[in-house]
């Protein structure tokens, strides 16, 4: 045998760079989910209504955390959830609502707790006419229908 034959061998040849464009199918779907996840996420973050519930909270709670009297601390809960509720379903359904028709609406939309007793000490406390201090219940009440009020109506319209 020759020992030249090595030398009559092709010279090496490296194989062409892969492409960078267009990318692979796989890539476009997950570009697609990326950018739609992206989008999702922000709409949810930036939902009027998710906006307004974080908001009631935060006010909720420093107000349970206050250290007003009752009466203070009633009204605050009882302005609390007239702003919320007008956010929520508009001004001109809840503004005509007063005393036991406003203590309904509220039970009605979330707000189990503050019917009966509980909600008319409320508004008795918050407007003067009576002193009793069931800061509690009444934060209780007011926590129950800002969580749930939205999402009965969000049901409703649908």
């Known amino acids: 045998m020759n020992s030249n034959w090595l030398s009559q061998l092709a010279p090496d040849h490296a194989p062409a760079p892969p492409n960078v464009w267009p990318p692979a199918p796989g890539w476009w779907l997950l570009a697609f ?21 974080r908001t009631a909270l935060i006010e909720l709670q420093r107000i ?22 007008q956010t929520v379903f508009g001004r001109q359904t809840i503004a005509r609502l007063t005393g036991e028709a406003w203590l309904q609406f509220v039970a009605a939309e979330g707000g189990e ?3 009966g007793h509980v909600g ?8 003067g006419n009576h002193s009793t201090d ?9 926590e129950g229908f800002i969580k749930r009020a939205a999402r009965k109506r969000h049901r409703r319209d649908r």
């Open 134 to 142: 069931e800061r509690d219940q009444w934060a209780a009440g007011a």
């Open 64 to 85: 349970r955390t206050s250290d007003g009297d009752g009466a203070a601390v009633a009204r605050a809960i009882q302005n609390l959830l007239r702003r919320y509720a």
């Open 33 to 53: 989910l990326t950018l739609t996840t992206i989008a999702l996420l922000v709409r949810w973050w930036r939902d009027p209504q998710r906006r307004a519930r």
């Open 120 to 127: 008319r000490s409320m508004l008795n406390t918050a407007f």
């Open 113 to 115: 707790a503050l019917s």
